[in-house]
């Protein structure tokens, strides 16, 4: 089988400019965008320049010299990738001369390179090698006697990564991968001349460095020098297919990169258009939990939850399924059962799930994770704009002149983009942070934000409204844009609103705990610094007032006149890699795919022609009314597909006391997760390796997931899912997931126009893309809102009810960390556990101090709905009176903190904001140590060995 590694033109594309030029090389003509290296022109041509320090991901440099030409009227041999093209250049690229150059100083490089190839793990992989073939280097006349590099210790610190010092030829393009694309500036060439070598920081080695561990350097590397252990061990690929990350809602596309059936490596593909070539430590490297010993392959079924599981085939697990879900809706009734798809899992099986329950359950029983995390995204942003998504594709940041992000923290929830964002600061973009927590973002290496508004957790309503307040008070709104986009008669009651005293920065500074003047200021900077462009997270989504804050986000970029081009916009950063699309395919109890509400009749007409049975009319339980039900005796079977509602909803003991009212519930997933300890069916899941699908990501942008390996538990989760159906007597015939797109796309007027052969051309779509917009739609409301005119909310700050007081004095709120995914199932299973072994609070030095604490003691944190054990961190990053946590180990149970207050419109629970005590403790509370018994426990029983 052939395996080739992607064009590489040396250096990037010209700067998109009105200018061109034609010039000649090795006898061709050619017309190219003034600004194109001659390096690039000639390797357009066809033509191939010798190259080791230039790559096309990153801007020339110059240093290596093995890219000489000759230039007609020029002087010496100008390097082609520094050298851009000019009106009548005559180049020529093959000389005799120029060869005899090239191979001089190959030789200089080989003779001080190991002469081990063939032994090499790079050997048929390697940029150096094929360039030396390539000037024809037969030969070292130096010998091998004097100083070399070579025989430096290896650097095998990092777990995916090596370093070898003897294999570097010091191109600096590890260096360069660094600064330019990651922006994370880790590492450095020290010393001169012959003494030169990279080091990782201060020379602390990888692990111990700034390295985030997103393998740019390794890509970048056209020696041996920086490998990924796996091709060590494994051998190069020798098959590649595409395929898009399964972690979060950047949507990041992959080379996945085999040899035979055995996955070697994931390269990020430079056509795909979310990453540009980039990637994050988890797409990059955390794949290794699709072959763990944990994944469960058989499928299980148990009478009763304190019952030892039992394997069973495939047939008779379908057929209990069927039987007991079946068995419960006669004894029941008909919306006793309901179920959650799953917003890891592709669009297609997403879609197929609500399918189940609404023409196999007749009800609307089904919800998503979105529930927890963007469902406020959906409602907001449906009443100001009119569609449930944000309004830019990630590009668009490169066109930003301000950046506000408001509760998200980029590089460690979308680090890809965040690499992006950073490109654009430290182009001169300017950045306003608002968050209680200094994130990385608000000082990096090269950006430092002009404002950080360190808010008080649970006031976000309250500072939008005040920045809203100057923006309307000092007249610095958009009338024009207003006047034309907007509904001026609302936008007139919201600007009184806004306007009121009460609501000034100078009011609301006693709840926020930020000086009113830094407000004012950010304000002015948002509304006149050019392009505003806002990107919002759960940090917004996640409290009692979710949806008023992104209803004020938009206000304040509407008042602005920040829509509708490049470079503004509202941009939520959501967090699956397929939550998007979960909520686009119906995952909703009130929404047919496409958010077409379930009572409309013309849509549920639609559906039930093509379904050909009546449907439900009422909108469905969410899952906390799911959860209430069954506590209630009302709801008594779920299936649950890929998600873990255990560990990532609030309230634990409520989520685990609904959970055992259940007479039947069904846990598909690829590990015995948290759930599953309260089920009675496992059925085993399929990883995003195994299967055809697609997608959609956080620009709408649906992309395909293809299947690179048989999946080793039989089916692919759609395949599973149409078992089940068809045991229900639904009779579905689908052979592939390209006709469940099909489908989709006949019954969804934003999905008319894709299909996979659409994909299969263009790579990616996003949507709406229908007739009215063909190609699809990368901005939205450029001509107007999706709504008609953009509506004005009046967003009064209401405080939440969870309140601190002597008993409990904090407010604690939650996060994710770079290295690991949401609750941990996948990445806790890979050696990113390297970086976070355990989740940890997070306490300023007074607060800690005047608990008596230490960094690293344990310490109990205790809510007025639980309590919990782990260890401290005693960091500036918190302000005094606030403390974080991440929520990736079970063993922590953040949730079992949270409270049940939650999202007054879309029940979205408010995990940013808790009222906590901290206090010194001995260890693990008793609770915790019996639940890690219990799930250890209940891993173990009926558990087939490991896959590998
Ligand atoms: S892995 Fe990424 S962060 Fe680490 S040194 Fe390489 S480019 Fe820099
Ligand atoms: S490690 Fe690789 S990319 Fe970095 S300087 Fe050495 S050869 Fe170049
Ligand atoms: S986790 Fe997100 S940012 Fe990282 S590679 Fe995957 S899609 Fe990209
Ligand atoms: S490739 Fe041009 S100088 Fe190295």
């Known amino acids: 089988m052939s395996f080739s590694r992607e064009m590489d033109r040396g250096t990037p594309p010209a700067i998109a400019g009105d200018k061109s030029v034609t010039l000649t090389i090795d006898g061709q003509s050619v017309t190219l965008p003034e600004g194109t290296s001659i390096m690039r022109a000639a390797s357009l041509l066809g033509g191939s320049i010798p190259k080791l320090c230039a790559t096309d991901s990153l801007e020339s440099f110059g240093s290596c010299r093995l890219c000489l030409v000759e230039v007609e009227g020029r002087n010496g041999y100008p390097a082609s990738c520094t050298t851009p093209v000019a009106e009548g250049m005559v180049v020529r690229t093959q000389t005799e001369r120029l060869k005899q150059l090239r191979r001089g100083v190959m030789e200089l490089y080989i003779s001080d390179h190991p002469l081990d ?218 919306r006793s059962i309901g179920g959650i798809t799953s917003s890891r899992c592709t669009n297609e099986e997403t879609f197929l799930v609500q399918k189940l329950i609404r023409q196999g359950f007749r009800n609307n029983n089904v919800d998503t994770c979105a529930r927890v995390c963007h469902s406020p995204t959906g409602y907001g942003l449906g009443q100001t704009f009119g569609t449930s998504a944000g309004t830019q594709d990630f590009d668009s940041v490169m066109q930003a002149d301000v950046i506000l992000v408001i509760g998200a923290n980029p590089t460690d929830g979308h680090p890809v983009f965040a690499s992006r964002m950073k490109k654009r600061l430290r182009q001169g973009a300017k950045l306003i942070v608002i968050d209680p927590r200094r994130t990385d973002l608000v000082r990096s290496p090269h950006i430092a934000a002009e404002h950080h508004l360190a808010l008080r957790p649970g006031t976000n309503v309250a500072m939008m409204t005040a920045l809203a307040h100057v923006v309307v008070t000092e007249k610095l709104y958009d009338e024009s844009f207003i006047r034309e986009r907007c509904d001026w008669d609302e936008f007139a009651d919201w600007a009184d609103f806004v306007s009121d005293p009460t609501r000034s920065p100078e009011a609301i500074e006693p709840l926020t705990g930020v000086k009113a003047e830094e407000v004012r200021a950010a304000a002015r900077l948002y509304a006149t610094g050019g392009n505003g462009a806002i990107y919002y997270g759960l940090g ?154 697609t997608f959609t990501n956080a620009e709408r942008r649906i992309q395909r997931v293809r299947k690179v390996m048989a999946p080793l538990n039989g089916y692919a989760d759609w395949e599973i899912v149409q078992l089940v ?108 556990t390297a970086w976070h072994p355990e989740d940890r609070l997070e306490i300023h030095p007074s607060d800690a101090e005047n608990r008596g604490l230490k960094d690293g003691d344990w310490v109990t944190l205790r809510s007025r709905a639980g309590e919990t054990t782990l260890r401290a961190l005693v960091t500036e990053r918190v302000a005094p009176g606030v403390v974080y946590t991440t929520f990736h180990h079970p063993e922590t149970q953040a949730n079992v903190i949270t409270t049940d207050y939650s999202d007054w419109a879309t029940n979205c629970p408010e995990y940013k904001v808790t009222a906590v005590q901290v206090s010194a403790s001995n260890g693990p509370s008793d609770w915790q140590q019996d639940y890690a018994r219990q799930a250890e426990r209940s891993r173990r029983i009926g558990v087939p060995a490991a896959a590998e």
Not at 193 to 222: D, I, T, Y
Not at 638 to 660: K, R
Request: charge should be negative; glycine fraction near 10%.
């Open 117 to 334: 190839c063939l032994t090499c793990a790079a050997n048929g992989d390697c940029e150096l090698q094929d360039q030396a073939g390539a000037v024809g280097l037969r030969d070292v006349r130096y010998g091998y006697d004097g100083a070399t590099n070579m025989g430096q210790a290896k650097d095998q610190s990092n777990p995916y990564f090596d370093f070898d010092p003897s294999k570097c030829i010091v191109c600096s393009r590890c260096v360069r991968a660094c600064d330019e694309v990651q922006g994370t500036f880790a590492l450095t060439i020290e010393n001169k001349g012959f003494e030169s070598k990279v080091v990782a920081s201060q020379g602390e080695g990888f692990l111990g460095s700034e390295c985030v561990s997103c393998g740019a350097c390794v890509q970048a590397c056209p020696t041996a020098s920086l490998i990924e252990k796996k091709v060590v061990e494994t051998g190069t690929p020798d098959r590649a297919v595409v395929t898009t990350c399964a972690y979060c809602g950047v949507g990041c596309t992959f080379r996945a990169e085999m040899r035979g059936e055995e996955l070697v490596r994931m390269v990020p593909w430079k056509e795909g258009k979310a990453n540009r070539g980039h990637s994050c430590v988890k797409g990059r490297f955390a794949w290794g939990y699709a072959r763990h010993q944990d994944r469960v392959l058989n499928p299980m079924i148990r009478a009763s939850v304190d019952e030892p599981w039992r394997e069973v085939s495939w047939k008779e697990a379908i057929a209990y399924t069927a039987s007991e879900f079946r068995r419960i809706q006669d004894k029941y009734g008909m």
């Open 540 to 693: 917004v989504t996640e409290h009692s007032q979710g949806s008023s804050t992104v209803m004020a986000i938009a206000n304040l970029a509407m008042a602005t006149g920040n829509v509708g081009r490049d470079g503004v916009g509202v941009n939520p950063l959501r967090g699956q890699n397929n939550v998007q699309g979960a909520c686009d395919m119906g995952s909703f109890p009130h929404e047919f795919s496409g958010y077409r509400h379930v009572s409309d009749g013309k849509t549920r007409a639609l559906f039930e022609d093509a379904w050909g049975v009546p449907l439900d009319g009422e909108p469905g339980l969410r899952i906390p009314n799911m959860l209430d039900a069954a506590v209630d005796g009302a709801f008594k079977g779920l299936f649950v597909q890929g998600e873990d509602i255990l560990q990532s909803d609030p309230n634990t003991h409520h989520v685990a006391a609904g959970l055992a009212a259940m007479e039947c519930v069904v846990v598909q997933d690829l590990f015995l997760n948290e759930t599953a300890n309260y089920a009675h069916i496992f059925l085993p899941g399929s990883t995003f390796l195994e299967k055809d699908g």
């Open 725 to 832: 159906a068809n045991a229900m007597g639904l009779g579905w015939t689908y052979d592939h997931p390209a006709q469940i797109m099909e489908e989709i796309a006949a019954l969804t007027p934003t999905f008319a126009g894709v299909s996979y052969d659409r994909l299969e051309a263009e790579g990616s779509l996003q949507w709406p893309a229908n007739d009215a917009a063909p190609d699809g739609t990368p901005l939205m409301h450029i001509d107007g809102f999706v709504r008609g005119k953009g509506k004005f909310v009046v967003t009064d700050y209401v405080p939440t009810d969870e309140k601190t007081g002597p008993r409990f004095p904090l407010l604690l709120t939650t996060g994710r960390i770079l290295s690991h995914y949401n609750v941990g199932a996948q990445t806790r299973r890979t050696a990113n």
